[in-house]
Each structure stands twice: as structure tokens, then as C-alpha cells.
């Protein structure tokens, strides 16, 4: 019998610690979010973007988070020349790459801009 409490507590005990882990995780994902919207103001993609509409709506980004991967989201901001030459976009003026962005800000915005769903 106290065999059987101690698993039963053991079991517990590690289903605890597995949520912590994922709500840690959640956390992070949405601070990441958080600074990449700021990333957005930061970098003025209102200019050319919109979200929610507000910005210019030439560009919106609603819906963006359903419609490209991440990897995706990424290549349009540090190699857009490529990404308009592959999905055949007309877009005027067209968008600038972001070289000098750190790597950090290019992580958050694409966090940012994956919650972007419809």
C-alpha cells in the first residue's frame, strides 16, 4: 500500500513539474511575441504593413501566421529579393531587407508576426 501512495505521489509530483515546464514555455513564447510587436513599432513596419488596420493596408499581416511558416515569416525579412522573386509578388515599392536587425529582433518578430492568425 505505501508502495503504491509513493508512485501515485511520484506521478504527481512529475506531472507538476511537466506543466511548469510548459507553462514556462508558453511564457516565453508570448514575451517573445511581446517584444517582436515592439520589434514592429520599433522598425516602423506600419509604414509599408498593416495589422488589425492600422498601418498601411497595401501590406496587411492579418492572417499572415496562418498562411506562412516561420521560416518563411524569416526569409521575407532578411532576404525579401528572393522571397518576391519566388512567390511572384508585384508589390511597390518593394520591401527592404533588414540586415543589421540582431538576430534576437528577427526571432521576436517572427514570434510576433505567427500570432497573426485568421
Not at 15 to 22: M, Q
Not at 35 to 49: D, F, I, M, N, T
Not at 80 to 105: F, I, V
Request: proline content about 4%; some cysteine; hydrophobic content about 40%.
Amino acid at each position: 500500500m505505501i508502495n503504491a501512495m509513493w508512485r501515485k505521489a511520484g506521478r504527481v509530483l512529475v506531472g507538476a513539474f511537466g506543466l511548469t515546464v510548459v507553462t514556462a514555455g508558453l511564457a516565453s513564447a508570448g514575451q517573445d511575441a511581446k517584444r517582436g510587436e515592439a520589434v514592429y513599432a520599433e522598425q516602423k513596419c506600419s509604414l509599408c504593413h498593416s495589422v488589425a488596420g492600422k498601418g498601411n493596408a497595401k501590406g496587411s499581416l492579418d492572417g499572415v501566421g496562418s498562411k506562412l511558416s516561420a521560416a518563411e515569416i524569416k526569409e521575407w525579412i532578411v532576404n525579401p529579393k528572393e522571397m518576391t522573386a519566388k512567390s511572384k509578388s508585384e508589390r511597390k515599392p518593394p520591401m527592404k531587407a533588414y540586415p543589421s536587425l540582431p538576430a534576437a529582433d528577427v526571432d521576436a518578430l517572427v514570434a510576433y508576426l505567427q500570432t497573426l492568425k485568421k
